[in-house]
C-alpha cells in the first residue's frame, strides 16, 4: 500500500477556495498534504478525517527561498497559535489545517484577503499569464502568417499544425484563466468594501477539456507521422522542451538545498534557463538536418513515377530524390529524378519533376485548386532585348492524363522563349498533380495515362 | 489604499489598537481580543499580521522588544490619536442613536 501521493494541481493559482475544499476531501479520504510543488500536490496517507483547510497568501515569499524568512515563520507562529498548522507552501501559497471544530480563519478581514491575493498573483501569476499570452498569441499570428503564404506547406506539415493548436489551447487557457482572476478580483472587492468574503470558482473543467485536446492533437499528430523519420525528430524535441524545463526546476531546487540566497538563485536560474533553452533550440535543428541527411537514397521503387515508367533508356544512374510531408488534412509529396554525373555519362539528357498534393479532407480541395491554379501568377522570365515573357496555365484536354481538368504552362500571349513546357498542372478527385517532364517533344498519349495511373489514382 | 482604509478602523483594527496600549505580541493580541470582547470579536493570525505591518508602516505602532521570532509593539502617539478619533466617532453615532430614541431605547 503506498504512502505517498501525487496529484497534478489544475487549481488557478488564486482559487483558494477550490483549492481548501480540495484538501478538505483528501484528508476525509485519508491523503493529507505534505508537500507543494510547482506542479504537483504530495499527500501522505492519515487515517480519514475531518480536517478544516485554509490557503493564504504570503506576497514576500517567492518560489527561490531556500527557507521561509524570519518574519514568515513569525506569521506561522501567529497561525499555530490558533491551531493552524503548516500543510506545504508554495512560493506566496500557504496551506494550513486545523483539527479544531469551527476555527477561527486565519483571514478575518476580506479587504485585506483580497490585498494580499493581488499582491502575490502579481508575483506568480499574472506576469507568467500574461508571457504565456504573448507568447500564444505571437505563435497564434506566425501560423496565420504562414498559412496565407502557403496554405498547402503549412496545412501538410502536423508539426506546425501540432504547434498551431498548442498555440491555441495556451491563448484560450491564459485568457480564462487572466480573464476569471480580473473578474473575481474586482467582484471581491466591492465584496470586501460591504465586509463580505467572494470565494473564488474553479474552472478546472475548462482546464481538463483543454488538455485532453491537447493529448488528443499529440497522438494525432504521431499517428500521422508513423514511419516518418521527422516524427522520431519531434519527439526528440518534445523530449527536449521536457528536459529543460526539468533542468531548469532541478537547478533551482538545489540551489535552494544548498542555501542559495534567493536573489543568487534566481539569477543563476534565468542563466541556466537561458543557456539550456538556446543550446536545445541549436540542437534541434541539427538533429533535423541529420536526420534528414541520414536517410538513404531513394531507389527507383520508392517512387510511385519513374523515368522508366515513360521512356525505354536506362536511368540506373540517375540520382533520385523523394520526400514528402503530411498531416491528416493534406499530404504534399514531391518527387526529383535527374541525371548527376560526369560529363558523357549520360547521353541522353532527360530530367522529371512532379508534386503531388493530396487532399485528405475534402473541404480543403477548393483551397488547394485556387491555391495551385494562381501559385505562379507572378512567374516568368526575361528574354533577348529586356522582353518580359509571362506564363500562365492555359487549359488543355485532361481525358489523355485520366483527369477531372488538365493545364499546360504556357506563355502568355503566345509568345516563346524557346524553353521546354511540358509542364502540366492536372486535378484529379483526391489530389493535384504539378509535372514537368523535361524532354524535347510533347508527351505522347502513352505516357500521359502511364503519370494518370501512377500518379493521379495509385498509392503513394 | 492603507491610509484611505485607516480613515475608518474596522472592530478588529480598532481592538488590536486598543490592545497596544500596553506593549503586547501578536500571540497576546490574538488572545485579547476575544477576551475583551466576550468572544464578539476575533482576528484571524493572516488578518493580525497584516494589519500589524500596516500599523507600523503608518506609524501608528511601534515595535518595543524583538524575542527571537516574537516582537511586541506598543501604541505611538499617532496610533493613540487615530485610536481616540475612532472612539469620538462611535460616540458621535451613539449620541445620535441616543437622540433618535431617547434613553429608553438606548438600553
Known sequence: MREIKRQMTLYSFYDHTGLERHFERMAAQGWLLCKGGQYTWHYRRIEPKQLTFCVCYYPRATIFDPLPSVSQEEFYDFCAHTGWTLAASSAQLQVFYNERE????????PALEVEAIHRSAKKSFLLPNGLLLAVGLLNLGQFLWRLRDDPIQTLSNAGTLLAAVAGVILLALCSVELCAYFLWHRRARKAAERGEFLPTR???WFQRIMLVILAAATVWFFISMAGDGLGGVMLVSMAGGVLVVAAVIGVREGLK?????????RVITIIACVVLSLAVSAGI???VVRGLDSRPQ???????????????????????????????????????????????????????DYEVTLVKLPALYGLCRETLLHERDDWGSEGPEDVWYGYAYVP??????????????????????????????????????????QWDGPPTRSQMAAVGEKLGRGPL | MPREKFSTLTEQMFYVL?????????????????????????????????????FRAEGMIRETRTEGRKRSYLLTDAGRARLEREYQRIQA????????????GAT
Open chain 1, 102 to 109: 469551527d476555527p477561527t480563519p486565519i483571514e478575518t478581514d
Open chain 1, 202 to 204: 474553479s474552472h478546472r
Open chain 1, 257 to 265: 538545498r544548498c542555501y542559495f540566497s534567493a536573489e543568487d538563485n
Open chain 1, 285 to 287: 535543428p541539427w538533429l
Open chain 1, 298 to 352: 531513394p531507389k527507383a521503387e520508392d517512387l510511385p513515377l519513374t523515368l522508366a515508367d515513360l521512356r525505354e533508356g536506362d536511368f540506373g544512374g540517375y540520382t533520385r530524390k523523394w520526400q514528402g510531408a503530411q498531416s491528416p488534412l493534406l499530404g504534399r509529396y514531391n518527387a526529383h529524378e535527374w541525371p548527376l554525373g560526369p560529363a558523357g555519362q549520360f547521353p541522353e539528357k532527360v530530367y522529371l
Open chain 1, 396 to 437: 488543355t484536354d485532361p481525358a489523355p492524363w485520366g483527369a477531372e481538368e488538365a493545364y499546360q504552362w504556357l506563355p502568355e500571349d503566345g509568345l516563346d522563349n524557346g524553353a521546354d513546357n511540358n509542364q502540366y498542372l492536372l486535378f484529379y478527385p483526391d489530389r493535384v498533380v504539378t509535372i514537368s517532364l
Open chain 2, 18 to 54: 486598543l490592545c497596544l496600549r500596553e506593549e503586547c505580541c501578536g500571540m497576546d493580541i490574538l488572545d485579547k481580543v476575544p477576551s475583551m470582547t466576550g468572544g464578539r470579536v476575533s482576528v484571524g493570525s493572516g488578518t493580525l499580521y497584516n494589519l500589524l505591518e500596516q
Open chain 2, 93 to 104: 453615532q451613539a449620541e445620535d442613536y441616543r437622540r433618535a430614541f431617547g434613553e429608553e
